[in-house]
């Protein structure tokens, strides 16, 4: 399918590039503040394993024209809506830095089967990360004043246009995707997060210097079943974090859920011949 866009909701538009293998086991990327779902070389990995790879590109990021949710969860109801109209009706969810907040949002839907996050960011929402963020919650910020920050703050002072696909799709609509993370994620981001009913991992680096483990180590005291794996590294994120992460946890993962389907599918050819 490559790349497309995609109207899961009258109206409402997403940019989706749809690889690899078409029939392989579905994982569905939530990119980064700085990201481009054109960006295939960074999930050969999953690609090379046969899996089949969703990125979507969040509102205003690329192709994705601006849209402002009420709320974090709306993401959830959004990319269920496309998942089920794809006639997708099991996947795998990837997180990757801040995409790890969308990543919890769709967590909750039908479908999903286990949710793996790589160099994360907290729960904002939590009372606790509230209290120990170095830097006090801006409610008086408006999305306008989040688009000025992000480019005078987020986007390197050197960039140009065609440096790199990742740039060129994050200041896109003057910077609203990255405006829209920072502004929606310290705002409630109307579900609990002990009710994420899979199994989340997250993966992070002991000595991360953008986010400090202790952050996900809060935030994962709040996802019944997580599982939070410490890295003896000083990087915040690679693509080799992201291959060590499919060759110590997802490829575990989908061959557990191969073979539950290979024994389900068993039991009902045995019920269909008695």
Not at 4 to 32: C, K, Q, R, T, W
Request: proline residues 5%; glycine residues 6%.
């Amino acid at each position: 399918m490559a790349f497309s866009v995609v109207e899961p909701y009258p109206n409402i538009h997403l940019a989706m590039n749809d690889f690899g293998n078409p029939d392989g086991p579905v994982i569905v990327v939530n990119h980064d503040t700085i990201a481009s779902i054109r960006e295939e070389e960074l999930f050969s990995v999953l690609v090379e394993n046969g899996m089949r790879v969703i990125a979507l590109a969040r509102p205003g990021y690329g192709a994705s024209p601006p849209l402002l949710f009420r709320s974090i969860a709306q993401w959830g109801h959004l990319t269920h809506l496309l998942l089920s109209g794809m006639g997708i009706r099991k996947y795998f969810i990837l997180g990757i830095s801040a995409g790890s907040t969308y990543a919890l949002s769709m967590s909750k839907n039908i479908g999903a089967i286990r949710t793996f996050i790589v160099s994360g960011y907290p729960a904002f929402c939590l009372r606790e990360i509230k209290k120990t963020w170095p830097e006090p919650y801006d409610y008086q910020k408006t999305l306008r004043d989040w688009m000025v920050y992000a480019k005078r703050n987020i986007i390197p002072a050197d960039f140009y246009p065609g440096k790199s696909a990742a740039l060129d799709d994050s200041v896109q609509n003057h910077c609203f995707g990255i405006a829209s993370d920072l502004f929606l994620r310290i705002r409630s981001w109307d579900f609990d997060l002990l009710d994420i009913p899979v199994q989340v991992d997250l993966v992070h680096s002991f000595y991360d210097p953008v986010i400090s483990y202790h952050f996900m180590t809060q935030t994962s005291s709040y996802l019944l079943g997580s599982k939070l794996h410490l890295l003896d590294s000083r990087e915040h994120f690679t693509k080799q974090m992201l291959d060590d992460l499919y060759r110590d946890f997802i490829h575990e993962a989908v061959e557990y859920e191969k073979a539950y389907d290979a024994k389900y599918a068993m039991q009902m050819k045995n019920v269909k011949k008695d």
